[in-house]
């Protein structure tokens, strides 16, 4: 819960060494007026100009908890932000105003001032949906590159991602379904996972989603970040492979990609921006996302393939996949 000014006045008080007494005589207050004000739920003090000057803080951060410094420095990171997403995806600078549109031309991006100037929370909530990002991220209130509250696959939400895989299909965007594990992962890390379940520590897989973008005439990739989950417990490991088969009988490319550890634990601390991390060069995969679903010897984890199979009809993705097929036709 954000502090009140009494609050903020108490803290700083305390913060310097002073006592209520020492506070009011520096003011020229009384003890009595100070103690009022740190106890109650007021919004300010007509007394704001002489506190604010005696703790040595500005008038901004008693009243609001935020001062000069803190706002500078969260318009810098909306600058740096703003030009890192078109960076990272590889979209020119002078294709940014035809990107976004909304009135930005070329030479509002030619200073900080001017940019700022320019910018409308359109543009950020544009920026966030576009790139699927945190907006508290973008406009540099929070330092997680993502929220995924909404995007478990597991249990029920299984038929959210299919769902969602078919709308980019629909919508032409060319889904692409990336699983995604530590660089260290083998076939036999996923026997041992399975075999061994909680009795060693967690094989995670996640799922994010590759689309072709063309905006305005400007190409480029965006990734969709879903979470991830252990392959040790086996109701997420038949979530996993149920988007798989569902990839494979709709005809969804769906591959698999070793990251190494510190960018894989970078992207789902919410730290690093998948297309940084899926842009870097590919280490070795030694395993692939088709095996698990295929009725061969080379799937290792054949005894699961009829729990599957049961998993998608219970899930209703052959109806999902009917229905959007239709809406498309």
Known sequence: MMKTFGERVKERRKEIGLTQYELAEKTGLTQSIIASIESRNAKSSKYLSEIAITLGVSERWLVTGVDDEM?????????QRFFLLFKEHQIPQQKIPTLLGGGLTLS???????????????????????????YDWVIGYSDNVYTLARKSWYKSD?????????????????????????????EQSFIDAKKQGDNIPPLKMGVIIKLTQRINGVDFYTYDLWKRDRWNYSKCRLALKTIMLFCKKNKITFSSRNIASDDYDHLYRFNELGVTVLSKPEGFVGWYPED??????????????????EEYRETGLDKLALNLSKKVD
Not at 170 to 185: N, R, S, W
């Open 71 to 79: 706002i500078a420095d969260e318009l810098e990171k909306l600058v």
């Open 108 to 134: 509002m991006l030619g200073t900080k001032e001017k940019l700022l100037n320019n910018l409308t929370e359109c543009h950020f909530r544009q920026l966030s949906e576009l790139f699927f990002v945190n």
């Open 158 to 186: 299984v038929y959210n991602i299919a769902k969602k895989i078919m709308e980019y299909k629909q919508q032409f965007l060319k889904p692409e379904v990336i699983f995604i594990v530590e660089e260290k992962t083998t």
């Open 292 to 309: 698990f679903i295929s009725n061969s010897e080379y799937n290792s984890e054949l005894d699961e393939l009829n729990f599957v199979k």
